[in-house]
């Protein structure tokens, strides 16, 4: 059975996480596995500590079956690498079980700037979430465009058939969700965020008084 780890800061999670992961469980399945970054390399200090944003995630997840949390990166020091991650997942799988690192397009495209990023394909499939209407797949850094040349497969099956190596792109309708903007509109006591998280999200949200400051 195919993998599916779909990481991220979830800082906090909304209904445009829920939605790609969600697509993804659809489109292979199989279960989606959200796994919140303990120390985000590729960001700066996050509006909710680590334990904060895991309990929004089960919270948002809870009573669908498609979706998993882990806590993982929460339980190893230092930044939360992704090819560190991948590299426990492929010990802890074996080397013939498919995996697949679900992810946006914007991180798809950002991709050089990861650590060790020429090795993620070696450890995994790549499913990019992009938008038709966007091309936000089009022009890509020439780097990984030559990177991931040869690699992109529309058919679902091929990714089941191997464990690591291809490229698929999770078409996706756009979503308005952003977690910047929602920390923002909350700092700024805009109520409109509640309808871009779960309910009962907004309701931890309210209760521990997340985000209240300037959104960093």
């Known amino acids: 059975m195919l993998t599916i780890w779909y990481g991220g800061t979830f800082d906090p999670v909304h209904d445009g996480h829920l939605a790609v992961a969600r697509a993804a469980a659809d489109a292979f399945d199989v279960p989606v596995t959200l796994a919140p970054a303990a120390d985000p390399p590729h960001r700066g200090l996050t509006g909710a ?7 929004m995630l089960d919270l948002a997840v809870a009573g669908d079956r498609r979706l998993r949390v882990d806590r993982r990166e929460l339980q190893r020091p230092g930044p939360s690498w992704t090819v560190d991650t991948l590299h426990e997942l492929r010990t802890m799988l074996g080397p013939a079980a498919p995996l697949a690192l679900l992810m946006g397009a914007d991180s798809f495209r950002s991709l050089p700037t990861w650590r060790e990023w020429r090795r993620l394909p070696e450890l995994a499939h790549l499913i990019v979430a992009a938008r038709h209407a966007d091309g ?9 465009a030559e990177a ?10 091929e990714l089941l058939a191997a464990p690591a190596g291809r490229v ?7 979503r308005a969700e952003s977690a910047t903007a929602l920390r923002r509109a ?17 309701a931890w949200i309210d209760a521990r008084g997340l985000y209240r400051s300037p959104a960093p």
Do not use: F, K, N, T
């Not at 936000?136 to 990984?144: C, G, K």
């Open 168 to 174: 698929h792109a999770l078409h996706q309708p756009l």
């Open 49 to 55: 500590d680590a334990a904060e944003r895991a309990h």
């Open 186 to 202: 909350i700092a700024a006591g805009d109520p409109g965020w509640r309808s871009e998280v779960p309910a009962a999200v907004a």
């Open 148 to 157: 991931v040349a040869g690699r992109w497969s529309d058919d679902p099956a």
């Open 136 to 144: 936000d797949l089009d022009d890509l850094p020439a780097v990984l």
